[in-house]
C-alpha cells in the first residue's frame, strides 16, 4: 500500500495499530511532555524569562508617562550622536518608564543597587526587542501594549540595552542604557 492510493482497507482505523509505530508514539508524548514541563522550571530557574504583567495603552498615554517622568526626575543628560538624551533617577520602588521608537530607548535610568523598581516599557511604533546586556534578559516590546516588569538590581554598572527585533535601516544602532549605582 502506498500514501497515493485509497486505502485497500476501507476500514483502516479498525487495523490494529503495530508495535514500532505505539512505541514511537509513546516517545513522541513523553518528549513533549518533557517539552511542556521545561516552560515552567526555565521561568523559575533560567532567571530570564522574567514574570511579566502586561495592560492595554496607546501610544500617547504612555509617552505621556514617560515626559512626566523625565521632567520629574532627570539628573543630568548624556549626549549620544547629535541628541541629549536625559538621564533619569527616579525614587526607589517606583515605577519608572522606557519607550522605545525608531531607533532609541528613551530615556536613559539610573538605578540604586538592590532596590526595586517597576519597569514599564512599551513601543511608540511598532515591534522592538528588549534585550538587557550583558545580563541577558530579553522582552518583545509591542506598540498599544505596556509590559510591566518588577527589577532589582544586584549588581552596579552600566547595561546597555540593545534592540533584538529587527525594526528597519538603523535597527543595529538602537541602543538605550540603564545605570546601577552603589
Ligand atoms: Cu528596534
Redesign the pocket.
Known sequence: MSAILPPSEQVWWKTPVGKEEIVWIALALTWCLIMFAMMPIWHVYGKQNLSNEAYKTTPVQYEAKVKAMVEQHTIRTQSVGEMDVPVVAPPAGSDVYIL?RL?SWYPMLEFKKGESYRLHLSSLDWQ??FSLQPININLQIVPEYETVITITPDTSGEFTIV?N?Y?GIL?HT?LGKIYVTE
Open positions: 522605545g531607533w522592538h526587542g534592540c527585533e525594526c535597527h538602537m
